[in-house]
């Protein structure tokens, strides 16, 4: 079963490097590629294609787009994808993936929520942090009652 495991790392490992490598393409090139044709498939098709498609052939179903939407789109998206995927794969493969992550992400500090916590036994990812930020905005915008009374007047006298 461990090496179903180390496995299963190898390949995420290698899915995360593919990720990076689609979101340099993204960001510095802005390009994405997609399948043209059944639109299902071509709304899921950017993240499956890992390799380029052939400029030379018309009729290819796998087409190139250049357009501002993918720097700022499938950039960001293929980023996250990748760290996600080198993480959790580098766990399974027994490295210390989401430790080291979390050393990056947390600048180096062992005090402050972990942003990433893979489970290897039930392959289960938590994102602690962004709960913990989440409340905090939430009370922030939704709980605020600005420190006014049922008593207090709102409007000026005589309107």
């Not at 960001?27 to 059944?38: D, H, V």
């Not at 080291?100 to 489970?119: A, E, Q, Y």
Request: glycine residues 8%; proline residues 7%.
């Amino acid at each position: 079963m461990e090496q179903l495991g180390i496995g299963l790392g190898v390949v995420l490992m290698l899915l995360g490097l593919g990720y990076l490598f689609k979101a340099y393409v993204a960001i510095a090139q802005g390009r994405f590629w997609y399948w043209s044709g059944f639109l299902p498939l071509t709304i899921i098709s950017p993240w499956l294609i890992f390799n380029p498609p052939d400029d030379r052939k018309l009729n290819a179903i796998a087409k190139v787009k250049d357009t501002i939407f993918a720097p700022i789109f499938f950039g960001p998206v293929f980023t996250i994808l990748s760290v996600l995927c080198l993480s959790a794969g580098a766990d399974l493969a027994n490295l210390p993936g989401t430790a080291t992550t979390n050393r990056v992400l947390t600048s180096w500090t062992s005090d402050k929520t972990p942003v990433i916590v893979f489970d290897k036994k039930h392959y289960k990812m938590q994102f602690p942090a962004v709960v913990k930020t989440a409340n905090k905005i939430t009370n922030m915008f939704f709980r605020n009652n600005l420190g006014i009374k049922d008593q207090d007047k709102l409007l000026p006298p005589g309107s």
